[in-house]
């Protein structure tokens, strides 16, 4: 376990904060996450060309209007496309330029199918940056990977129902149940809220020194129905300091 706690000391603002005028994701909702000191949540993907975006779908259409999917477009063809508010899809190297450790970063890493290439990536970039950040992701190998190479850095081992999800049910078995948790050995688990009565017995023993950080919590009400149950969440559309 890491000695400085901090993902653990704040809620963790999701995709920024973002609201009906500011879109997710954007450099713009960043910057209001940091006026509120609030520790940010965002998600990284790879473009055809390499370039590492910030980006949680794997299409475009839903806060662009747009179809295209990223991974099949180059960086070039990605900053023809605007945001529903009429902001660039940031890279990550854009919003380290911006943020400069003023406020910590969780960094969701999008890989469906490892192969590595994010992960050096996101490597490359982040391994002179100087202010605080962690690692997140569902994807076992990812995780492993950032423990090897960054090990002083946080990680957090992501679950959930994976409902709707096109995954091998095999797959979702493994994630769900938190079953690589013991060799993973995350420094927090981020676990959606539905499941935070559903983790396996057979992980309590690992698990009760093992933090839990809620996702994505987005309203009062649903926030005092878990926060005595975990130990951070990760929220949007309310103001948890309020």
């Known amino acids: 376990m890491k000695n400085n706690l901090w993902y653990l000391?704040?809620?963790i603002a999701h995709r920024g904060y973002h609201n009906n005028e500011v879109c997710e994701n954007s450099l713009g909702s960043f910057e209001l996450a940091m006026e509120k000191d609030f520790p940010i949540e965002f998600d990284l993907r790879l473009t055809s060309d390499g370039e590492v975006v910030v980006f949680h779908d794997i299409n475009t259409v839903r806060v662009t209007g747009a179809s295209f999917d990223i991974q099949e477009m180059s960086y070039e063809q990605l900053k023809k496309l605007k945001l529903t508010d009429g902001q660039d899809i940031?890279?990550?190297?854009?919003?380290?330029n911006l943020v400069q450790g003023k406020v910590p970063l969780v960094i969701e890493l999008k890989t469906r199918e490892y192969d590595g290439k994010l992960e050096k990536k996101v490597y490359d970039l982040l391994k002179d940056y100087r202010g605080e950040y962690a690692i997140q992701a569902f994807h076992p190998r990812t995780l492993l990977w950032f423990k090897k190479r960054l090990p002083h850095i946080p990680r957090g081992m992501l679950s959930g129902t994976f409902n709707g999800i096109?995954?091998?049910?095999?797959?979702?078995?493994?994630?769900r149940n938190l079953l690589l948790a013991p060799f993973i050995k995350p420094d927090y688990i981020g676990l959606e809220q539905n499941c935070l009565d559903e983790v396996s017995p057979k992980l309590v023993k690992f698990l009760k020194d093992t933090p839990i950080v809620a996702w994505t919590i987005r309203s009062f009400d649903e926030y005092k129905q878990v926060y005595h149950r975990c130990d951070n969440v990760i929220f949007e559309n309310f103001d948890p300091s309020i």
Do not use: A, G, H, Q
Not at 166 to 175: C, G
């Open 166 to 175: 096109d995954l091998e049910s095999w797959k979702k078995i493994v994630l």
């Open 9 to 11: 000391n704040r809620p």
């Open 90 to 96: 940031p890279r990550l190297i854009d919003v380290l």
